[in-house]
């Protein structure tokens, strides 16, 4: 069974509108990963949370990390088809074993 | 060049026969892993090692076993290739300091 569970599993969006992907585990994490999946293709890092509480922002995509380290959000604000693909977070479950949830597969409509 | 390399890119197989997918890295990292993916299931752990005398099971080691030749080697079998493992499989290494994950392209296997 997956530890990470993400939601929603899909969304289709149109140009210009922002979007949450949601990330949940049932147990405090170490550290947190977001990363990008173009469809068959690899995987490219967007970002590492660590701390409660944090948040870090690239271009327009931003993730926090909850106080608890259990939830993790990523936002993209004003979305572009550029932002299409697979959003897979990743979780540090201590001595750096590291497991994926499902993936959300987005796409954004011109 | 690819800082983690995955050879072969692409692999078609019948079942039963023994297949070997290796990773070969350049950027020096002692922790290195194996994953797969099937849509709809997200990543999935294989194995993992953290240097040649160090490797743990993932969370769906069975059917697969590992070797790690040396610190920039670590290489996936598949003894006796079952259709149900027909997936793309993904090799990664850890920069120990950041915790940043290295991804290499990925070796998609099919398993007739």
């Known amino acids: 069974s997956q530890e990470l569970e993400q939601s929603p599993q899909s969304l289709i969006v149109q140009e210009g509108k922002n979007l949450t992907i949601n990330c949940t585990s049932s147990k405090t994490l170490y550290g947190l990963y977001w990363y990008k999946q173009k469809y068959g293709e690899g995987l490219i890092f967007l970002m590492m949370?660590?701390?409660?509480?944090e948040e870090k922002s690239h271009e327009k995509i931003t993730a926090k990390l909850d106080e608890k380290k259990q939830q993790s959000s990523l936002h993209i604000t004003a979305s572009q088809p550029s932002h299409a693909g697979i959003y897979l977070c990743?979780?540090?479950?201590?001595?750096?074993?590291?497991?994926f949830g499902t993936g959300t597969k987005l796409q954004v409509i011109p | 060049d690819a800082d983690v390399t995955q050879t072969p890119r692409n692999r078609i197989t019948k079942t039963g026969k023994r297949i070997m997918l290796e990773c070969s890295q350049t950027k020096g990292h002692d922790r290195m892993y194996w994953y797969r993916q099937d849509p709809g299931l997200g990543l999935r752990l294989i194995y993992y090692s953290f240097d040649v005398k160090d490797i743990n099971k993932g969370e769906i080691s069975d059917g697969y076993s590992v070797s790690r030749q040396a610190q920039a080697k670590f290489s996936l079998s598949l003894e006796s290739a079952i259709p149900n493992q027909t997936a793309l499989y993904f090799c990664?290494?850890?920069?120990?300091?950041?915790?940043?994950?290295?991804f290499g392209e990925g070796s998609r296997l099919t398993v007739l």
């Open positions: 990664a290494t850890m920069a120990e300091n950041t915790g940043e994950l290295f």
């Open positions: 990743g979780a540090d479950r201590g001595y750096q074993k590291v497991t």
């Open positions: 949370l660590q701390k409660g509480g």
